[in-house]
C-alpha cells in the first residue's frame, strides 16, 4: 500500500511560520505532480497548492504570496513553506497526486494558528 507521511505541523501564533513535509514513495513521487491540500473542521479537503515534475506551481488564492511548494527529487520529498500563518488557515494538512486518481491518504499533520 502507498503510503504518504506528512509531518512538520503544530501551534503556531497568527503571523508565523511552519513548513511541512511530506515523504512520497519513489514511484508515485517521480511520475507526477504533486499537490498539499487542507480539510478544516466541518469542511471539505481542498487543494492549497501543486507542483509539476518540472517544478511549476500553482496555489489557492487564499494562500498565494504566503505558502510556498517545492519538491526534492532526490529525497522523494515535497514541501510546504507556511508564512503569514492565519486563524483561517488552522486544519490538517495532506499531501497526495495533484490530481485523481489519488493514491491512500496519509495520516495528514495538524496545523493550528491560534494566539
Known amino acids: 500500500q502507498v503510503q504518504l507521511v506528512e509531518s512538520g505541523g503544530g501551534l503556531v501564533q497568527p503571523g508565523g511560520s511552519l513548513r511541512l513535509s511530506c515523504a512520497a514513495p519513489r514511484r508515485i513521487f517521480s511520475l507526477y505532480a504533486m499537490g498539499w491540500y487542507r480539510q478544516a473542521p466541518g469542511k471539505q479537503r481542498e487543494l492549497v497548492a501543486d507542483?509539476?515534475?518540472?517544478?511549476?506551481?500553482n496555489y489557492a488564492d487564499s494562500v498565494k504570496g504566503r505558502f510556498t511548494i517545492s519538491r526534492d527529487n532526490a529525497q522523494n520529498t515535497v514541501y510546504l513553506q507556511m508564512n503569514s500563518l492565519k486563524p483561517e488557515d488552522t486544519a490538517v494538512y495532506y499531501c497526495?497526486?495533484?490530481?485523481?486518481?489519488?493514491?491512500?491518504w496519509g495520516q495528514g499533520t495538524q496545523v493550528t494558528v491560534s494566539s
Open positions: 507542483i509539476s515534475l518540472v517544478g511549476n506551481t
Open positions: 497526495n497526486r495533484q490530481r485523481p486518481p489519488y493514491v491512500s
